[in-house]
């Protein structure tokens, strides 16, 4: 496993506005994913974060509204753009290190939008 | 599959007692299955998985049995702790590389 780290942890934000969420892994990982969590729902994969090219996005997720950036293998963000309420979820950022391994995961950032 | 709605299904315990938690997946193609606990305003924690060429593996205290045939999943703790009253979620990998569908959760609650 490794130490996964997400940054901030929780904030409230204004509708309209964008937040930027960091995951910082403290060894080089082969894969980084991001989900959401609606309160009191399950985990739903946003994108899977590609180092040097574009994010690759699930159904229902675009890249204007989530926008990814993975600029080495230990760093990835997560940009949640013109916020609304239906945005206030927790966003979760996962790691592996190859085909077949285990994901493991930060603690999570947990977003209210009012 | 995984199903998502604002009631997860629900399992008390007391202390002691083995719980049993069921999750049912529909991809035949899944291959690996893993179980994670999720503590409240944590990030979801590793618990145990298990590749689709097994039926079964066990761990420290908790134990994995896969039935493909009817395409379900379960995760067994024996001797349950306080320490593990939490959100279990069942996760599924199939042919999409790195790709993993969640199970709704199932809310467990351990009584001291």
């Known amino acids: 496993s490794a130490v996964i780290s997400q940054k901030p942890s929780r904030d409230i934000c204004q509708r309209g506005t964008s937040l930027t969420i960091q995951c910082q892994v403290d060894s080089q990982v082969t894969m980084m994913f991001w989900y959401r969590q609606q309160p009191g729902q399950s985990l739903t994969l946003i994108a899977t974060?590609?180092?040097?090219?574009?994010?690759t996005y699930e159904s229902g997720f675009v890249i204007d509204k989530f926008p990814i950036s993975r600029p080495n293998l230990t760093f990835s963000t997560l940009t949640v753009s013109n916020m609304s309420p239906e945005d206030s979820s927790i966003y979760l950022c996962?790691?592996?290190w190859g085909a077949g391994e285990t994901q493991y995961f930060g603690p999570g950032t947990r977003l209210l939008v009012l | 599959g995984e199903s998502v709605g604002l009631h997860l299904p629900t399992l008390s315990v007391q202390e002691g007692d083995n719980s049993i938690i069921n999750c049912a997946y529909s991809n035949s193609a899944s291959d690996y299955f893993i179980w994670y606990k999720q503590e409240s305003g944590k990030g979801p924690q590793f618990i145990i998985d298990?590749?689709?060429?097994?039926d079964k593996r066990q761990g420290q205290r908790v134990t994995v049995l896969l039935n493909k045939t009817v395409k379900h999943l379960s995760l067994q703790i024996a001797a349950t702790q306080p320490g593990d009253s939490a959100v279990y979620f069942c996760a599924e990998s199939g042919t999409s590389y790195g790709k993993l569908t969640f199970g709704q959760g199932t809310i467990l609650t351990v009584h001291p």
């Open positions: 996962s790691v592996d």
């Open positions: 298990i590749r689709s060429n097994m």
């Open positions: 974060a590609n180092q040097g090219s574009e994010a």
